[in-house]
């Protein structure tokens, strides 16, 4: 646990830096492919800061997200046994890895919708890699991120406004 706070620190450090925004975008582009910590911290701090600018933050978060989702699923297809599995086992995450396959393989599409638009409970990383090493095909992958997160961005202000509790939990 100590190790995932000094990252989270680390990750909220960049947002006191000039280098806030490109940090953003790899950050995003990196947890989507193997780094565990969400850059949503980062995001936060960036959008409170400069409110005016929070959806220009919020898209280059996605478009680094939905690039890295790209990298993880390549990893996954092309080299696992390589790159992606020593990534799994350095997280300890073979029994994550295992259900997200098995959901992806059981729900395909609606599985892959509600992980793009669910809150990350986990990591988007844990899902581009199962991703590719289930049924689901690389194209369906890439089309539902990029519905999935602009929806995501968007969940919690239009649950309000239909009067739905948004839960995170």
Avoid at 40 to 48: E, N, Q, R, S
Avoid at 56 to 61: D, F, G, H, M, P
Avoid at 78 to 97: A, L, N, R, S
């Amino acid at each position: 646990m100590k190790i995932i706070k000094k990252m989270y620190d680390w990750v909220l450090h960049w947002a006191k830096t000039p280098y806030a925004v490109p940090a953003l975008f790899l950050l995003s582009f990196a947890e989507s492919s193997f780094f565990p910590v969400p850059p949503d911290v980062l995001l936060i701090a960036l959008a409170i800061s400069i409110p005016k600018k929070a959806f220009k933050y919020a898209t280059i978060c996605m478009v680094g997200s939905v690039l890295g989702g790209v990298l993880g699923y390549g990893i996954g297809l092309y080299g696992y046994e390589m790159v992606g599995k020593p990534i799994v086992e350095f997280y300890h995450g073979q029994e994550i890895m295992d259900m997200i396959k098995l959901q992806y393989d059981q729900h395909g599409f609606l599985g892959i919708l509600i992980a793009a638009i669910t809150p990350p409970s986990r990591t988007r990383s844990s899902r581009s890699l199962p991703a590719s090493l289930s049924s689901t095909s690389g194209r369906s992958l890439l089309r539902l991120s990029l519905v999935g997160a602009p929806a995501f961005l968007l969940l919690p202000d239009l649950s309000g406004s239909l009067g739905l509790p948004y839960v995170t939990s």
